[in-house]
């Protein structure tokens, strides 16, 4: 019986496409395989005649085109400068309080610690204060005070650096598993980071209950009122 009955004379109810579908032909296993194509060299040897053309010559197997593309072009510009690292403002030095601007603690005070390899700064609240941890910090989004905390006997571990702050890879859930909740589990806090926390931060806030007031005024957050002219504050 056909695929395809007829409905006029040489007209069939079924498309060609229609009937080779119907056919499922492309559902076959292929045994055949396709016949390796021979390797073709980049050039052919010729032998020309004449006594001044030495007998031989290499003569390429696709000759080049003698056109040119009528538009240019455009390729990537190759720089040679090596990126260094970022300059730090005059006004940040080790133990200056920063006011953040931006994220997560924008408006909170914390304490300048160090400059990274990264040109990142490194401040900490510190976190038993004003619940900051330890953060990397683009000065671009800081304000510096002339407020500052003695910081001399404080010293970073180096392991502190931009690995630390690198995030670990989660593991893939598929969208079957994140519409029955799972993979929703909240990892916990390294303890390993938690005392690092602690041991930077101890310290500090030795240091910072020596002044009078400091550990208030690094508690409570900075804010522009209406009416505050921001030209002429001072901090």
Do not use: C
Not at 4 to 16: Q, Y
Not at 45 to 62: D, F, H, I, Q
Not at 137 to 159: C, F, N, R
Not at 188 to 198: A, D, I, N, V
Request: proline share 5%; glycine share 8%; net charge positive.
């Amino acid at each position: 019986m056909a695929r395809s009955k007829p409905i006029s004379a040489h007209v069939g109810r079924l498309s060609r496409s229609k009937v080779a579908a119907k056919r499922g032909l492309f559902k076959g296993k292929k045994t055949g395989s396709a016949a390796a194509k021979p390797e073709t060299p980049a050039y052919t040897e010729k032998t020309v005649g004449g006594k001044a053309n030495g007998g031989k010559r290499l003569v390429p197997t696709t000759k080049a085109s003698k056109y040119y593309p009528a538009e240019d072009i455009r390729r990537p510009k190759v720089s040679r400068k090596i990126a260094g690292k970022t300059a730090l403002r005059s006004s940040i030095t080790p133990g200056t309080v920063l006011i953040l601007l931006a994220g997560q603690y924008s408006g909170k005070r914390v304490v300048f610690l160090k400059q990274l390899d990264s040109g990142l700064l490194l401040v900490t609240g510190p976190f038993k204060l004003n619940g900051v941890p330890l953060r990397r910090v683009s000065q671009a989004y800081v304000i510096a005070t002339s407020t500052k905390v003695e910081l001399s006997t404080v010293g970073v571990p180096e392991t502190v650096n931009d690995v630390y702050f690198a995030k670990s890879k989660a593991s893939k859930t598929t969208k079957e598993g994140e519409f029955f909740g799972e993979g929703k589990e909240k990892a916990e806090f390294p303890e390993e980071k938690k005392s690092l926390q602690k041991t930077v931060d101890a310290p500090v806030v030795e240091a910072i209950k020596k002044v009078e007031n400091l550990a208030k005024y690094l508690k409570t957050s900075w804010g522009l009122s209406k009416g505050d002219r921001f030209h002429e504050l001072k901090f």
